[in-house]
């Protein structure tokens, strides 16, 4: 069924009512590989409650892009064997609490005609509040429905991507992934049988299940966390990215960055095969 234009347009959701404790905060950071040293207490902060010493859980500040998980601004009948994450850009108001009731404003910002054998880009923002109403953090996502283009939408006026400093990286490091990763990280909420079913995979024009994008873009969050915000969580104000190729669990991840002031710019790569996997990366940092 093609897009309707007016139709997608014109979606919203509002006071969708959403709950999380610990234990999806704790499993959010696992499933982006932290605590994969079992030794080392900046990660354990984020992944272990236990403690002799007694200190505070934090809570990684993409676990935004989950902690609502289903917000929609309504079902958009896509093709779903050929739907992929485009980009994330999310804001942060304030860090997110361990545990709380939340509530998820969702609605379409602008739909892309890139043509019937192009597929089409749809925009759409959820909004993250408190169950007092205080704005939390603002997700701005991008899907690629490869197989929906042609409904004769507009073509152009797309946002302009973050460019990257031209001068080497300022910081380059690899961070491996585990070859079940996807496995763990589909119960964070995204069951697509991309990410988990060979066969469907093969069927989706890929060799094996990819990792989900939104897993490469909490590995990026971390690494950022780990080089230039000293594990704070607060020091976030935005976290942005376009996925531009897909990682295989197991494969691992170098990501270069650059830091000018408060702007952290990045890209990661999967040298192994010779590819780019995020582009036009960038974090601001307060």
Not at 4 to 30: H, I, P, T, V, W
Not at 62 to 77: D, I, L, Y
Not at 130 to 149: H, N, P, Q
Not at 151 to 177: C, K, L, N, Y
Request: charged share 25%; with cysteine; aromatic share 8%.
């Amino acid at each position: 069924m093609p897009i309707n234009y007016k139709q997608l347009m014109a979606m919203k959701r509002l006071d969708q009512r959403y709950s999380y404790g610990d234990r999806e905060a704790m499993l959010y950071a696992y499933a982006i590989g932290m605590g994969a040293d079992p030794l080392d207490e900046k990660e354990l902060a984020f992944v272990n409650e236990a403690r002799a010493t007694a200190r505070p859980l934090m809570v990684v500040p993409t676990f935004a892009s989950v902690a609502a998980w289903g917000a929609r601004p309504g079902e958009m009948n896509l093709t779903r064997m050929t739907v992929v994450d485009g980009e994330r850009d999310i804001t942060f108001h304030r860090p997110l609490a361990i545990a709380a009731d939340i509530t998820a404003d969702s609605s379409v910002l602008a739909v892309f005609d890139k043509g019937k054998d192009k597929g089409a880009v749809i925009r759409h923002q959820t909004v993250l509040k408190s169950a007092g109403g205080e704005l939390l953090a603002t997700v701005v996502a991008s899907v690629f429905a490869r197989g929906d283009g042609g409904f004769g939408g507009p073509s152009e006026g797309q946002p302009e991507p973050h460019q990257v400093p031209t001068r080497a990286p300022d910081i380059t490091f690899d961070i491996p992934t585990r070859p079940d990763q996807a496995l763990i990280y589909r119960l964070c909420g995204d069951r697509n049988p991309l990410h988990s079913d060979p066969e469907f995979a093969k069927r989706a024009g890929f060799p094996r299940p990819i990792l989900h994008g939104m897993c490469t873009y909490g590995i990026t969050c971390r690494g950022v966390l780990q080089s230039y915000a000293d594990y704070d969580p607060a020091a976030f104000k935005r976290h942005a990215a376009r996925f531009s190729s897909p990682v295989f669990p197991g494969e691992t991840v170098t990501l270069e960055l650059w830091r000018d002031r408060d702007v952290i710019s990045f890209e990661a790569k999967v040298k192994a095969r010779g590819v780019t996997v995020v582009k036009n990366g960038m974090t601001l940092l307060g």
